[in-house]
């Protein structure tokens, strides 16, 4: 069982279906999933914006399934401050990943995904930057 962080936007990508879907699914039902405080309120954030495209069905449905989420996952505390990503965001998932010694990102961030492994291993950080696709593929 690994530990695997899930960037925001892949999990509200998840809702419309696909390898995202598929990515959030495996990290929930065999890995163990962190998130930081932080991501949580990001993924708040970005519900309320997109409430204003969907129908009140449709985000009720994506707040029940964020909640879901968030009760599946281990949310914590980040201490450690790693600056490494041209976006401060970024940084926050690369911080909570050295906190919790993860040993997967899922994320589509073309920033984050361009972070050769030598740079994060300098910076104390072991984990493997992956899209969804090749998470999918680890298995």
Do not use: W
């Amino acid at each position: 069982m690994a530990k695997v962080v899930l960037d925001a936007n892949v999990i509200i990508s998840a809702a419309f279906g696909g390898k995202p879907l598929d990515a959030v699914t495996l990290a929930l039902t065999k890995h163990e999933v962190y998130l930081a405080e932080s991501i949580v309120q990001e993924l708040m954030s970005v519900l309320l914006k997109l409430s204003k495209k969907l129908s009140s069905e449709q985000t009720v449905f994506l707040q029940e399934k964020m909640r879901e989420l968030v009760s599946m996952a281990r949310v914590v505390h980040v201490s450690s401050n790693v600056i490494l990503s041209r976006d401060p965001n970024g940084d926050s998932y690369l911080s909570l990943c050295k906190e919790t010694k993860a040993a997967f990102l899922v994320t589509g961030d073309k920033d984050l995904l361009s972070i050769d492994s030598s740079t994060l291993r300098k910076h104390g950080i072991m984990t493997r930057i992956v899209t969804p696709h090749d998470f999918l593929s680890e298995e």
